[in-house]
């Protein structure tokens, strides 16, 4: 309490307006093999022309541009990429496969010996140049240097994409000291180049300028040739694979398109496990007929796996048939990728509590057909093993057909709307209640936080979300032991809303005289 040494008034300020706040749930997440693009960085897109370029195009070692493509077609918005490519040790990022694409430019003036050689010098190297980032796209990189000045050492650089100029940065210079000197202008603009002035200056700073020509870079690799799990599950060390994004907090959905490896959906499902706030969309092996898929979620028949077990994850079948953009010809691409862009469009235009799948929210577009079309029947096998289908139905097109989360015990969160309800309101309760670390452990405090969270659950409760919940912070759960061990603890009761998935209609036969007020309950 202050000291009030003289009469007055002294106002004091009571803030009882905390709240939590909203946060993302339809933002999603691939691992995969692109043309191009920074290799195990996470790296935001926000639309497709974005994905083309930043990553490049399709390519035929990798489904990820087709699962990218499929997403932001099915309504999502928020993808973080994570470009992979092959380690020979994946512990060590020096062990990197692909290479960059690189040339070198040489001086403008030609050197003599001073013996009286007439004959000059080989030319004399004064730049690297790379490209931006690794892969066999930067070989169709070339670098043109026009208008160079003698005395002032500057020049005209240009850089060429597949023919076509792409950049263009007029009088840079050779001189380091210069404002515009040729790194400092380029390195961290360019989207396609970087350059390093290698010249050891002897004199007249024109011997450090370019020789005006045109520069073809060679010699970039992909890395993808040896690609193994590893590389795509990656190292928690090194933040490799899977392990890029732990340093981007706002992840919901996680997918590694087309890898349909039990070490890759294993190591994918133990990630979204420990973060706890996200779910991995695994795609079922292509070609695979029902009891296949069925045997391959068990880890029986030709499987020896453990079976996938688990409420952070999903499991689609089967692959989703497209025109291929490259050769017009029809191709199979996985489904995760679609499968994330419903989800987002379901939370976009209801709630993430209300189930991505059905004719409206699970809809998928710009796909031709499905790669196998199941039979009701055969969808009678698949659900109850926790095998989400895409059927094909005459009048509604492509849907998702199922909701299941491959956990194998029965439970409100076997549902992947609940799943996903819980995931929001755990991370959004846990980040807005950050306010009372630190506070005195004591009823104010266990108020506090319940005027926090009773408005938050009121509201999801209201839009459906929740049949009914309830909180507890008091002395039955915070007792003398738990405070001495400086622990607050609470507890949140949820009925989470479920999904009207099996509809039976009865059709009752009555006769002419009956009065169906009567026959009504």
């Known amino acids: 309490m202050p000291s009030y ?19 993302s749930t339809s933002s999603a997440a691939m691992v995969g093999v692109a043309e191009k ?21 399709y390519i035929n070692e990798g489904y990820l541009a087709y699962a990218a493509r499929a997403f932001f077609d099915n ?3 928020v993808l973080y990429v994570c470009r992979v490519a092959h380690y020979a040790d994946p512990t060590d990022r020096n062990t990197l496969s692909g290479q960059k694409a690189a040339a070198k430019l040489v001086s403008q003036m030609d050197m003599y010996l001073l013996n009286g050689d007439p004959d000059p010098l080989p030319p004399q190297e004064v730049y690297d140049v790379f490209a931006i980032n690794e892969g066999i796209w930067a070989n169709r990189l070339e670098v043109q240097i026009e208008n160079v000045g003698l005395s002032g050492g500057t020049f005209l650089l240009s850089v060429i994409y597949k023919g076509e100029t792409v950049e263009r940065f ?12 040729v790194e400092l202008r380029v390195n961290g603009v360019s989207d396609y180049i970087t350059i390093h002035d290698i010249w050891e200056p002897v004199g007249d700073t024109g011997m450090g300028t370019p020789r005006g020509g045109t520069y073809a870079l060679s010699g970039g690799e992909n890395g993808v040739v040896d690609m193994a799990d590893s590389d795509y599950i990656g190292d928690p060390s090194q933040h490799t694979g899977l392990f890029a994004f732990d340093e981007v907090d706002a992840l919901n959905l996680l997918m590694v398109p087309g890898v349909t490896t039990v070490p890759v959906i294993n190591a994918g499902i133990g990630y979204a496990e420990s973060r706890k706030d996200l779910l991995f969309i695994a795609d079922a092996p292509p070609m695979l007929e029902p009891l296949d898929v069925v045997n391959f979620r068990k880890g029986q028949g030709t499987y020896t796996h453990a079976a996938f077990n688990s409420s952070y994850a999903a499991l689609y079948y089967p692959w989703l048939e497209i025109s291929d953009p490259v050769t017009a010809q029809k191709k199979n691409i996985p489904p995760s990728g679609a499968v994330a ?14 189930a991505p799948a059905g004719i409206d929210r699970g809809r998928i577009f710009n796909a031709l057909t499905v790669a196998y079309k199941t ?28 909701q299941k989360t491959l956990q194998s015990q029965p439970s409100a969160v076997d549902r992947v709307n609940v799943r996903r309800l819980m995931m929001y309101i755990e991370e959004a309760i846990s980040e807005s209640s950050r306010f009372v ?17 009773n408005p938050f659950l009121q509201d999801i409760k209201e839009k459906g979300g929740l049949y009914d919940y309830a909180f507890q912070c008091d002395e039955e759960t915070n007792t003398p032991v738990v405070i001495d061990r400086n622990e607050m603890m609470a507890r949140v009761f949820v009925k989470p809303t479920k999904t009207a998935e099996f509809i039976e209609l009865n059709f009752i036969l ?12």
């Open 341 to 354: 862009g419903c989800c987002a469009r379901s939370d976009q235009k209801t709630h993430v509590w209300w």
């Open 37 to 57: 693009g920074p290799i195990n960085k996470p790296t935001l897109v926000t639309s497709w022309e974005q994905f083309l370029k930043t990553f490049g195009g």
């Open 75 to 77: 309504g999502g918005s």
């Open 375 to 402: 039979s009701r029947g055969e969808r009678d096998v698949l659900y109850p093993e926790g095998i989400n289908t895409i059927a094909v139905f005459p009048d509604t097109g492509i849907n998702i057909w199922g």
């Open 170 to 181: 007029t009088d840079v210079s050779s001189d380091e000291n210069a404002t515009d000197f």
């Open 5 to 23: 040494l003289s009469p007055g008034v002294y106002p004091r300020e009571t803030d009882f307006s905390f709240y939590v706040k909203q946060i």
């Open 510 to 521: 009555s006769g002419t005289g009956a009065v169906f007020s009567e026959l009504i309950p």
């Open 437 to 453: 670390v630190f506070e005195p452990n004591n009823p104010q405090t266990w108020r506090a936080l319940g005027r926090l969270i």
